[in-house]
């Protein structure tokens, strides 16, 4: 079994700065993908960023140029560094680990509020 476990949301005024970060532990393959999604009340859970084991990385369009996505391969852990937040990206954000012959794993989420 996979556990994830995030931490680093809060609340920040706009034009502020937020890292979250992921760590996974368990039955983890050496072939994955880590990312982050988020759902923001009444929207779909939507993609914001992802990295491979591989080093590729993608992001939603809304954050491009604002999120980094890292990761550190040792610690299994993956983090997002936010700029330039906007009260759109209010959400609850969501680890996700996807790894070859798995249906996909979930962190709990973590709640980022930006105030205008």
């Known amino acids: 079994q996979v556990q994830l476990v995030e931490s680093g949301g809060g609340l920040v005024q706009a034009g502020g700065s937020l890292r979250l970060s992921c760590a996974a532990s368990g039955k983890i393959s050496s072939i994955n993908t880590m990312g982050w999604y988020r759902q923001a009340p009444g929207k779909q859970r939507e993609l914001v960023a992802a990295?491979?084991?591989?080093?590729?990385?993608n992001y939603g369009d809304s954050v491009k140029g604002r999120f980094t996505i890292s990761r550190d391969h040792a610690k299994n852990t993956v983090y997002l560094q936010m700029n330039s937040l906007k009260p759109e990206d209010t959400a609850v954000y969501y680890c996700?680990?996807?790894?070859?012959?798995?249906?996909?794993?979930w962190g709990q989420g973590t709640q980022v509020t930006v105030s205008s």
């Open positions: 990295h491979t084991s591989g080093g590729r990385t």
């Open positions: 996700h680990l996807m790894s070859i012959g798995s249906m996909g794993d």
